[in-house]
Structure formats: C-alpha cells, structure tokens
C-alpha cells in the first residue's frame, strides 16, 4: 500500500491525543512540558506532510523549522519557571504550586 | 513516493517508534522512563521528515530537539528532586477522564485524516532542500527570520533572568507585602441596547 497523507496525519494525531493525555493528566510540571512538546511534534509533523503532499512547496517546511525554534524557547523559559517554582515550593507539583510570589 | 517495499516497512518502523515513544511518554511511572522514551519519539519523528523529503527539518530536529530541548528536560527532572520515588515523581491524576479525552480525540483525528478528500498536489521527487530553505529565510520569510531572532534573545534573557538565585536574601518583611486588588470585572456587553434592562448586580 502507497504511503499517503493519511498515514502521516494519524500518526500525528496519535502523537497528539497521547501528548493531550499527558498534559491533562500529570501532576508533575516537567511531565507537563514534557506532553507541550509531544503536541508541537505532532503540530510540526501536520505542517511538514501537507507541505509534500497538498500545496508541493516547501512553505510549511519554512513554517515547520519556525515552530521548532518557538518550541525551543518556549521549553527553556518554561524550564526556568519550573526551577524557579521549585526553589520556592521544594516541589514540581502542578496542584500544590499556586502561585510565584514570594 | 513510490509504493516500494522496503519503504513502507521503514515508515511503519519509524512511525511505530514515534508512537510507542508518545505512549510510553503518557503512561510511564518514573518520569525519567518519560524523558528518555521522548528521545525514541523525537527520533522517530526526525525520520519521518527524512521520509517526508525535508531533510534539513529532519536535521533540525535532531539538533534541537535531542540535542537541546531533551537534555534541558533531563536537567529538569534530575534538578528537581526526588525523582527515584515513582510516585512523587510521575504522579498522575484522574486518569479515567485523560483516558476518554485520548481515545475520543484520537478517533476523531484518525476518522478525519482518513475522510477527508485532501486536495492533493503531484508529490515531486525529493530532491535537497537545503538551498530552498535558505532562499524562503532570506527572501519572502525575512521578517519572521529577524522577529524570531529577537524572540531568541529575548529567551535567553527571561530564562537567564528567571533561574537566577535572587542576588541578595530579602530580610524580614516577607509576609507584609501587600496584595493586590483583583482586576475588577468589565461590565458585560448588553446584546441589543433598545430593549436591554439595566444589568443586575451580582450580589
């Protein structure tokens, strides 16, 4: 059987429904960031595929390498929040952290 | 693409690690299990894109995603503590609701992808993208070029920012900071201002 748009696409939907599950349930803030990612995979890997098999230029390819770099920065400011909370709550727990203020 | 054996069992090879990596990903106990399974679906996702004839997103991913997002993840998990504890570190919450969310969504997804009439375009050779990319970067796609540049700088600076001890310990005084007024509520916007009665306020 050819390989088709299809096949990517439920791949990427795979990736984010289990990227979904993971955000809504994990307690633990890295695990979280860690299903944000999941979800911008699956989001690049849509735009990578239409981009071949839709529109045969290479704009969402451009578009793809954009949303790495916005991944990128998003997990490093993220990560620093995750270290900053958990210098102040000796704890990652998305339900006990409520706020950042000291 | 043509229907080729060999090609189709390395697509299903790449996007069974993908999609195990995710699952394990979801449902592991030790969030470490989590971050490296995110390595196997980070990988499986690169080749993909090699398959997808995008060779420098594949390459892109690799650097950026395994080499930096993951291992910034792994920093993560290691700096806060307590991570040998699988239920303190990995714990999870109300998973029979995540769980219909998933196979809800995932069907959903699955049944739209393969529905749909997607207007197709004749897929080219694949040829090297490389010298493309860098005319889209430099020509049509300059600004964005140079406004996610300035959104990098501005990362670094916030996160440099945000994990940096505080440089001296604030004495005293810690419990008298004052709070804030909450924002107050706008006004809801009457629909029709002919026959709208005066809103009622909430006791």
Redesign the interface.
């Known amino acids: 059987?050819?390989?088709g748009?299809?096949?990517?696409?439920?791949?990427?939907?795979?990736?984010?429904?289990?990227?979904?599950?993971?955000v809504?349930?994990?307690?633990?803030a890295?695990?979280i960031?860690?299903?944000v990612?999941?979800i911008l995979?699956a989001g690049?890997?849509n735009l990578?595929?239409f981009?071949?098999?839709?529109?045969?230029s290479?704009?969402g390819?451009?578009f793809?390498?954009?949303g790495?770099?916005?991944?990128?920065?998003?997990?490093?400011?993220a990560?620093?929040?995750?270290?900053?909370l958990?210098?102040a709550w000796r704890s990652?727990?998305a339900?006990e952290t409520r706020e950042m203020?000291? | 693409m043509t229907a080729s054996f060999p090609g189709t069992v390395v697509f299903y090879a790449l996007a069974a690690l993908a999609v195990a990596g995710a699952l394990w990903v979801a449902f592991a106990r030790n969030i470490v299990h989590s971050a490296f399974a995110l390595l196997a679906t980070f990988l499986g996702v690169a080749g993909l894109y090699v398959f997808l004839a995008a060779d420098v997103v594949a390459v892109v991913q690799v650097l950026v995603y395994v080499g930096g997002v993951l291992v910034l993840l792994l920093f993560a998990v290691m700096l806060t503590a307590r991570i040998a504890d699988a239920n303190v570190s990995n714990r999870s919450l109300g998973r029979f609701p995540a769980v219909i969310l998933l196979l809800v969504l995932g069907a959903l997804l699955a049944l739209a992808a393969i529905r749909s009439p997607w207007s197709r375009a004749p897929t080219a050779p694949a040829t090297p993208t490389a010298a493309g990319l860098g005319d889209a970067l430099l020509g049509p796609y300059v600004l964005p070029f140079e406004i996610v540049s300035v959104l990098l700088l501005a990362a670094l600076i916030g996160a440099v920012t945000l994990a940096r001890k505080p440089a001296r310990a604030r004495t005293g005084s810690a419990g008298a900071t004052t709070v804030p007024a909450p924002p107050t509520r706008p006004e809801p916007p009457t629909s029709d201002p002919q026959t709208a009665a005066p809103p009622e306020t909430a006791p």
């Open positions: 059987m050819m390989i748009l299809a096949h990517y696409l439920v791949v990427s939907g795979a990736l984010l429904a289990l990227g979904l599950y993971t809504a349930s994990r307690r633990n890295v695990a960031l860690m299903g990612e999941l995979n690049i890997l990578v595929a981009s071949r098999f839709v529109t045969g290479l704009d390819q451009v793809a390498l954009f790495i770099v916005l991944a990128a920065a998003e997990a490093v400011v990560l620093a929040i995750v270290l900053q958990y210098r990652v727990d339900a203020k000291e």
